[in-house]
C-alpha cells in the first residue's frame, strides 16, 4: 500500500515563500499522474496543480503564475514551490494521484499565510 506524506508547510506573511513535498513509500511519481491539492477550513478540496509522469504540467486559475509543480526523481518526491502567496492560500495541502485515487490520503501539510 503506497503512503503519502506531506511536508514543508507552515506560517508565512503575503508575499513570502513556502516549498512544499511529498514523499511516497514507492516510486509511482514516474507511473502515475500527480496533484497537489487543499481544502480551506469550510470548504471542499480542490485542485491546485498537477503533473503528468510525462512532466507536463497544469494549474489552477487561482496559482497560476505564481506555484510550480515539479518532480524530483532522484529524492522521489513530488514538490510544491509556492511564491507570491496570498491569505486565500491558506488551507492544508495534500498530495495525490491525479484523479485522487490513493486511499488514504495523507495527514497534509498547514499553509497560514497571514501577516
Known amino acids: 500500500q503506497v503512503q503519502l506524506v506531506e511536508s514543508g508547510g507552515g506560517l508565512v506573511r503575503p508575499g513570502g515563500s513556502l516549498r512544499l513535498s511529498c514523499a511516497a513509500t514507492?516510486?509511482?511519481?514516474?507511473?502515475?499522474?500527480m496533484g497537489w491539492y487543499r481544502q480551506a477550513p469550510g470548504k471542499q478540496r480542490e485542485l491546485v496543480a498537477t503533473i503528468t509522469s510525462g512532466g507536463s504540467t497544469n494549474y489552477a486559475d487561482s496559482v497560476k503564475g505564481r506555484f510550480t509543480i515539479s518532480r524530483n526523481i532522484a529524492e522521489n518526491t513530488v514538490d510544491l514551490q509556492m511564491n507570491k502567496v496570498k491569505p486565500e492560500d491558506t488551507a492544508v495541502y495534500y498530495c495525490n494521484t491525479y484523479p485522487p485515487t490513493l486511499r488514504p490520503w495523507g495527514q497534509g501539510t498547514q499553509v497560514t499565510v497571514s501577516s
Open positions: 514507492g516510486s509511482i511519481f514516474t507511473i502515475y499522474d
